[in-house]
């Protein structure tokens, strides 16, 4: 059994580029899961010990408390998503190594192992190469989240943040991602013993090939030099691996761009149609009945609930009577929407819970319940605010229509507490920063697993055309013939299939994005342009492209060290 | 016939429904003989020795060894079958490339007591300078013995050889069976050695030819040609 080990994770161990790939996965997903751990679970504890202790806690720990919640949700949905994708691509690397190492597992049968020690060799292989990655990953997810907890310590001006890990965690991080990874390779091997060990060591089928779906498939499309495809997508498993990994790219990237850009939108929507200096709360309703007179914006404020299907939403509820050049909230158009009775959206309640003009908002305001209709949607709305005429507010708060809790203006004004608009966009951008610090990182991260999915997808691809296009040259062809007909339908494949699945892609990566923003209770505007797209297909061709070139190289080598008969040889 | 070590009744193998390659063979093997299966390429005999050593299942039929139907047994039984009193050698040598030539033969031997000594094995095979050497440090004869080696280690009753000379050229083919005769004798190995070299049968005990799936001739060979005098005419 330990030979039988010894050689099936040597054998592994010489798939080089695919096992380095496979390695940096395993310690990328460790990292990211380590890294933000690192960093919370220790406070996490000792906020929990205060709140226990005094009952409540200050005004940056509260908000610090909740970044800590938002970052565990984060992580644990980032590292579902990528041990997810980890577990497809480990499935489809150990079938297409057991497929192509059938005879030699073959005659390891033939000696009287049985399919099950291979299976369990190939398990304990998994797993000594998953516990290494992931402790690799702890030890940088130590360091690393040094970064995340400097970030924190600046945004919440909170002394004595430290740094730990608890047993669960470090067991989840190392244990039971070793242990699905382990059943992965395990359901992966099942059935292997199905064929006869005689066929398997001949590396031969029951029975003959035939043309399937694809053959029929391409034979439908009209293009010229048909066969090219056919032999390009001949695989079906490599060509399904490469779509899985063109919809992950396409994910990874559109939510990373979308996450960095969800800040700068809600900056700019918050800095928008806004012209005044100072933002003055009153603990009491006051009364002014020259309002009208002044360009400064009277408003009442009250904090209500928002009943959605399932759930609840504290908001703040803005009575307005007019707006001004002060402040102007204005519709996708940009242009100025009116205060009329009804209710005003901002866009998370649009883009997070699907509200929309025309839609009744049951609302619940000093403990009465009102159903009301949505009249406009602005997209420069206040974050976790939505607008209603002041007077029918006031109605609501049983005062009159000249009372108000708060005033924008241009002058400093003595009574009240007084907020600068400076500050309050500096309150957001803080919030930004620091709860979605660990998002960018991790997103980052899942960047650069998409592109290593590409890259895998498509070596895997060419090398399954290893065969064919060695026949080509031995029939003749030269170089630049076999490029054309081999490998560059492989880079046409992949921007083809780039397009199709980009709507899904985009649907996928909003969705993830909204459902995040939900937990998280942060709205992040999911963002997407035609320069992401750009962008995006220029990586992705830049990768094909060198991934090309270094197959081509390869390919060359073989052919000038006339090695080819070593690379078709069946045995 | 006492010493009946295995049995094939009717045995049948078709692929695709329509094709076959075996038609209803019945035979008989006693132990300690060198049994040639003589045919062309695709005459059916690799196939014959892939039903007959478990490895292929037929279509239908029965293998009986030592009395025992090995066609229904189980895959538990059937590993510990092949472990135990099975040895395969194969035309193109399979060796795992990433072990040793010591770890090669060891990894055939996994039974708890063995008396067959390695070293005096490889001694026997000529292969005792080449164990610390990978086989891609072999030549095509030396990792054919060590492919031998093998099989022995574990003294199985049979030993199946499916064209184990096919990739060599005379001068090693000839000591390859030269060999498996001295193995033979050593230990009582009984040897199943299809092959399509007339001269190859001509040193084996029994005679079996074979011809679309069928055999045609089986007879004990009275006139055994010791190896060292094969004439290497193909």
Same mark, same amino acid.
């Given at each position: 059994?330990?030979?039988?080990?010894?050689?099936?994770?040597?054998?592994?161990?010489?798939?080089?580029?695919?096992?380095?790939?496979?390695?940096?996965?395993?310690?990328?997903?460790?990292?990211?899961?380590?890294?933000?751990?690192?960093?919370?679970?220790?406070?996490?504890?000792?906020?929990?010990?205060?709140?226990?202790?005094?009952?409540?806690?200050?005004?940056?720990?509260?908000?610090?408390?909740?970044?800590?919640?938002?970052?565990?949700?984060?992580?644990?949905?980032?590292?579902?998503?990528?041990?997810?994708?980890?577990?497809?691509?480990?499935?489809?690397?150990?079938?297409?190594?057991?497929?192509?190492?059938?005879?030699?597992?073959?005659?390891?049968?033939?000696?009287?192992?049985?399919?099950?020690?291979?299976?369990?060799?190939?398990?304990?292989?998994?797993?000594?190469?998953?516990?290494?990655?992931?402790?690799?990953?702890?030890?940088?997810?130590?360091?690393?989240?040094?970064?995340?907890?400097?970030?924190?310590?600046?945004?919440?001006?909170?002394?004595?943040?430290?740094?730990?890990?608890?047993?669960?965690?470090?067991?989840?991080?190392?244990?039971?991602?070793?242990?699905?990874?382990?059943?992965?390779?395990?359901?992966?091997?099942?059935?292997?013993?199905?064929?006869?060990?005689?066929?398997?060591?001949?590396?031969?089928?029951?029975?003959?090939?035939?043309?399937?779906?694809?053959?029929?498939?391409?034979?439908?499309?009209?293009?010229?030099?048909?066969?090219?495809?056919?032999?390009?997508?001949?695989?079906?498993?490599?060509?399904?691996?490469?779509?899985?990994?063109?919809?992950?790219?396409?994910?990874?990237?559109?939510?990373?761009?979308?996450?960095?850009?969800?800040?700068?939108?809600?900056?700019?929507?918050?800095?928008?149609?806004?012209?005044?200096?100072?933002?003055?709360?009153?603990?009491?309703?006051?009364?002014?009945?020259?309002?009208?007179?002044?360009?400064?914006?009277?408003?009442?404020?009250?904090?209500?609930?928002?009943?959605?299907?399932?759930?609840?939403?504290?908001?703040?509820?803005?009575?307005?009577?007019?707006?001004?050049?002060?402040?102007?909230?204005?519709?996708?158009?940009?242009?100025?929407?009116?205060?009329?009775?009804?209710?005003?959206?901002?866009?998370?309640?649009?883009?997070?819970?699907?509200?929309?003009?025309?839609?009744?908002?049951?609302?619940?305001?000093?403990?009465?319940?009102?159903?009301?209709?949505?009249?406009?949607?602005?997209?420069?709305?206040?974050?976790?605010?939505?607008?209603?005429?002041?007077?029918?507010?006031?109605?609501?708060?049983?005062?009159?229509?000249?009372?108000?809790?708060?005033?924008?203006?241009?002058?400093?004004?003595?009574?009240?507490?007084?907020?600068?608009?400076?500050?309050?966009?500096?309150?957001?951008?803080?919030?930004?920063?620091?709860?979605?610090?660990?998002?960018?990182?991790?997103?980052?991260?899942?960047?650069?697993?998409?592109?290593?999915?590409?890259?895998?997808?498509?070596?895997?691809?060419?090398?399954?055309?290893?065969?064919?296009?060695?026949?080509?040259?031995?029939?003749?062809?030269?170089?630049?013939?076999?490029?054309?007909?081999?490998?560059?339908?492989?880079?046409?494949?992949?921007?083809?299939?780039?397009?199709?699945?980009?709507?899904?892609?985009?649907?996928?990566?909003?969705?993830?994005?909204?459902?995040?923003?939900?937990?998280?209770?942060?709205?992040?505007?999911?963002?997407?342009?035609?320069?992401?797209?750009?962008?995006?297909?220029?990586?992705?061709?830049?990768?094909?492209?060198?991934?090309?070139?270094?197959?081509?190289?390869?390919?060359?080598?073989?052919?000038?060290?006339?090695?080819?008969?070593?690379?078709?040889?069946?045995? | 016939?006492?010493? =009946?070590?295995?049995?094939? /009744?009717? +045995? #049948?193998?078709?692929?695709?429904?329509?094709?076959?390659? *075996?038609?209803?063979? $019945?035979?008989?093997?006693?132990?300690?003989?060198?049994?040639?299966?003589?045919?062309?390429?695709?005459?059916?005999?690799?196939?014959?020795?892939?039903?007959?050593?478990?490895?292929?299942?037929?279509?239908?039929?029965? =293998?009986?060894?030592?009395? /025992?139907? +090995? #066609?229904?047994?189980?895959?538990?039984?059937?590993?510990? *079958?092949?472990?135990? $009193?099975?040895?395969?050698?194969?035309?193109?040598?399979?060796?795992?490339?990433?072990?040793?030539?010591?770890?090669?033969?060891?990894?055939?031997?996994?039974?708890?007591?063995?008396?067959?000594?390695?070293?005096?094995?490889?001694?026997?095979?000529?292969?005792?300078?080449?164990?610390?050497?990978?086989?891609?440090?072999?030549?095509?004869?030396?990792?054919?013995?060590?492919?031998?080696?093998?099989?022995?280690?574990?003294?199985?009753?049979?030993?199946?050889?499916?064209?184990?000379?096919?990739?060599?050229?005379?001068?090693?083919?000839?000591?390859?069976?030269?060999?498996?005769?001295?193995?033979?004798?050593?230990?009582?190995?009984?040897?199943?050695?299809?092959?399509?070299?007339?001269?190859?049968?001509?040193?084996?005990?029994?005679?079996?030819?074979?011809?679309?799936?069928?055999?045609?001739?089986?007879?004990?060979?009275?006139?055994?040609?010791?190896?060292?005098?094969?004439?290497?005419?193909?």
């Amino acid at each position: 059994m330990i030979l039988l080990f010894k050689y099936l994770s040597r054998d592994l161990i010489k798939k080089k580029s695919m096992i380095s790939v496979l390695f940096l996965f395993t310690v990328f997903i460790s990292f990211m899961y380590f890294f933000v751990h690192f960093s919370i679970d220790k406070n996490w504890l000792i906020l929990n010990e205060i709140l226990e202790q005094n009952g409540n806690l200050s005004a940056d720990e509260a908000k610090y408390y909740t970044a800590l919640q938002n970052n565990q949700i984060l992580i644990r949905n980032i590292t579902v998503a990528m041990m997810s994708i980890f577990s497809i691509i480990l499935f489809m690397f150990m079938k297409n190594f057991i497929h192509k190492n059938e005879t030699n597992i073959g005659h390891i049968l033939s000696m009287g192992f049985l399919e099950h020690d291979v299976i369990i060799a190939l398990v304990f292989a998994t797993a000594c190469f998953s516990i290494i990655g992931s402790l690799v990953g702890l030890v940088l997810g130590y360091f690393g989240s040094s970064i995340l907890m400097n970030a924190n310590m600046e945004t919440y001006l909170i002394n004595g943040i430290v740094k730990g890990i608890n047993i669960k965690t470090l067991l989840i991080g190392t244990l039971l991602t070793t242990a699905v990874f382990c059943v992965v390779t395990y359901a992966t091997g099942i059935g292997m013993g199905r064929k006869d060990v005689a066929l398997m060591i001949k590396h031969m089928d029951k029975k003959e090939p035939h043309p399937g779906l694809i053959e029929a498939l391409v034979s439908r499309f009209p293009i010229k030099d048909k066969f090219k495809f056919k032999l390009t997508m001949k695989n079906i498993s490599a060509v399904l691996f490469i779509v899985v990994a063109v919809v992950t790219f396409n994910i990874m990237f559109v939510l990373s761009v979308s996450l960095f850009f969800s800040g700068k939108k809600i900056i700019e929507t918050q800095t928008t149609n806004r012209d005044y200096s100072y933002d003055v709360s009153y603990n009491n309703y006051m009364t002014n009945n020259n309002q009208s007179e002044t360009e400064d914006i009277y408003y009442l404020k009250e904090e209500g609930t928002i009943e959605l299907e399932g759930d609840t939403l504290q908001y703040n509820i803005v009575g307005l009577d007019h707006t001004s050049s002060l402040f102007q909230l204005v519709d996708k158009n940009n242009k100025a929407i009116n205060i009329e009775e009804g209710i005003i959206l901002n866009p998370e309640l649009e883009e997070n819970y699907g509200l929309k003009v025309g839609d009744e908002i049951h609302l619940i305001v000093a403990g009465e319940a009102y159903a009301i209709p949505v009249v406009a949607s602005a997209v420069n709305a206040d974050l976790k605010t939505i607008y209603i005429p002041k007077q029918q507010l006031a109605k609501m708060l049983s005062q009159n229509s000249m009372s108000y809790n708060g005033v924008l203006t241009n002058r400093r004004l003595e009574d009240g507490v007084v907020t600068t608009f400076e500050d309050k966009i500096a309150t957001i951008q803080r919030g930004l920063t620091s709860n979605k610090a660990s998002a960018v990182i991790n997103q980052s991260i899942g960047v650069i697993t998409g592109c290593l999915l590409i890259y895998l997808a498509l070596l895997i691809g060419l090398n399954n055309n290893m065969k064919s296009i060695l026949i080509f040259d031995l029939l003749g062809y030269n170089n630049r013939e076999v490029n054309k007909v081999l490998l560059n339908p492989h880079m046409i494949l992949i921007n083809i299939f780039f397009w199709i699945t980009l709507p899904i892609g985009v649907y996928v990566a909003r969705g993830i994005q909204i459902m995040t923003s939900i937990q998280t209770g942060d709205y992040m505007p999911f963002q997407i342009n035609i320069v992401t797209v750009a962008y995006m297909l220029f990586i992705l061709n830049l990768l094909c492209f060198l991934v090309r070139a270094l197959f081509a190289i390869k390919i060359k080598h073989i052919i000038y060290a006339e090695r080819q008969a070593e690379f078709l040889q069946e045995w | 016939m006492n010493n =009946v070590l295995l049995e094939a /009744k009717s +045995i #049948t193998k078709k692929y695709d429904d329509t094709r076959y390659v *075996l038609k209803e063979v $019945d035979l008989v093997i006693e132990g300690g003989q060198f049994i040639a299966i003589l045919g062309h390429s695709g005459s059916g005999k690799s196939t014959m020795l892939n039903v007959l050593s478990t490895i292929l299942k037929p279509t239908s039929g029965q =293998v009986f060894y030592k009395g /025992k139907d +090995i #066609t229904r047994l189980s895959k538990r039984d059937i590993a510990s *079958l092949r472990r135990d $009193d099975i040895g395969f050698v194969f035309q193109h040598y399979l060796m795992l490339p990433n072990l040793t030539v010591r770890e090669n033969i060891q990894i055939g031997n996994q039974k708890e007591n063995n008396d067959i000594d390695l070293e005096k094995l490889c001694d026997l095979l000529g292969i005792n300078q080449l164990l610390e050497r990978y086989p891609y440090q072999l030549s095509g004869g030396e990792q054919q013995r060590v492919c031998i080696a093998r099989a022995l280690i574990k003294n199985p009753a049979i030993l199946f050889c499916d064209e184990a000379t096919g990739a060599l050229d005379s001068d090693n083919s000839k000591n390859i069976i030269c060999m498996l005769h001295n193995i033979k004798k050593e230990y009582g190995t009984t040897i199943i050695f299809t092959t399509h070299n007339k001269e190859i049968a001509k040193t084996a005990d029994r005679i079996l030819q074979l011809e679309d799936g069928q055999i045609i001739e089986d007879y004990m060979n009275q006139q055994i040609l010791s190896p060292e005098h094969m004439k290497w005419e193909i």
